[in-house]
């Protein structure tokens, strides 16, 4: 989980940004370029996966500088550093609204106005369920269904719009539809952060 980073740092001398991403992140839309943010700012930016105040390291954008190249092989040895007890690996070592978020936030449904990638689609944890049951409460979270009607036909890549994409238009619903998700989501980390901070003031 530390070395990818390392590697990283290493593929940046070949061109001037990058975009790091976990293996069980997915484009939905291909509608939307990476380039959009891309904010020149800043060397390096990450994504907020807000349902645990997590700083999340499976994905973000770096630029080809001294600065960031330093912190990634940094980032990379804080695995001998790690403490002995939960830590999230690279995750907990770095302690929204980005490029991706989590497929099962939603219930595996997305808006194309809105989203540009998700994460989380691992094989072992997809399920197959008809339409109008809610993945997550039946089996837990983190469980999926496949925003792709078929698999991918590479040779599709790069025609405009949706047009060689085949979706599965059971999953795409109003952009305010996903937008009470996330805050329903939001809203209950935030309780829960308040409550956190209150039992720690009370070991101060």
Same mark, same amino acid.
């Given at each position: 989980?530390?070395?990818?980073?390392? !590697?990283?740092?290493?593929?940046?001398?070949?061109?001037?940004?990058?975009?790091?991403?976990?293996?069980?992140?997915?484009?939905?839309?291909?509608?939307?370029?990476?380039?959009?943010?891309?904010?020149?700012?800043?060397?390096?930016?990450?994504?907020?996966?807000?349902?645990?105040?997590?700083?999340?390291?499976?994905?973000? !954008?770096?630029? =080809?500088?001294?600065?960031?190249?330093?912190?990634?092989?940094?980032?990379?040895?804080?695995?001998?550093?790690?403490?002995?007890?939960?830590?999230?690996?690279?995750?907990?070592?770095?302690?929204?609204?980005?490029?991706?978020?989590?497929?099962?936030?939603?219930?595996?449904?997305? =808006?194309?106005?809105?989203?540009?990638?998700?994460?989380?689609?691992?094989?072992?944890?997809?399920?197959?369920?008809?339409?109008?049951? !809610?993945?997550?409460?039946?089996?837990?979270?983190? =469980?999926?269904?496949?925003?792709?009607?078929?698999?991918? =036909?590479?040779?599709?890549?790069?025609?405009?719009?949706?047009?060689?994409?085949?979706?599965?238009?059971?999953?795409?619903?109003?952009?305010?539809? !996903?937008?009470?998700?996330?805050?329903?989501?939001?809203?209950?980390?935030?309780?829960?952060?308040?409550?956190?901070?209150?039992?720690?003031?009370?070991?101060?």
């Amino acid at each position: 989980m530390f070395r990818r980073h390392c !590697i990283v740092s290493q593929l940046l001398e070949e061109t001037e940004w990058l975009l790091f991403l976990d293996a069980d992140i997915a484009v939905c839309n291909p509608n939307v370029l990476i380039e959009e943010y891309i904010n020149p700012l800043y060397d390096l930016t990450f994504y907020d996966r807000f349902v645990n105040w997590e700083v999340a390291a499976g994905s973000y !954008i770096v630029r =080809n500088t001294q600065w960031s190249k330093t912190f990634l092989k940094e980032l990379a040895d804080f695995e001998t550093k790690l403490p002995n007890s939960f830590h999230g690996t690279d995750n907990g070592a770095l302690h929204g609204t980005g490029w991706v978020r989590d497929i099962w936030l939603t219930d595996s449904k997305w =808006n194309p106005e809105r989203d540009f990638m998700l994460h989380g689609l691992k094989d072992s944890n997809e399920v197959q369920m008809k339409r109008g049951f !809610i993945v997550n409460t039946i089996f837990g979270n983190f =469980n999926w269904r496949s925003p792709f009607a078929n698999e991918l =036909n590479l040779d599709n890549c790069g025609n405009p719009g949706l047009s060689g994409w085949e979706m599965n238009e059971n999953l795409i619903v109003s952009r305010k539809e !996903i937008e009470q998700y996330l805050k329903e989501q939001f809203d209950e980390v935030e309780r829960k952060r308040w409550e956190s901070l209150s039992d720690v003031a009370g070991y101060i």
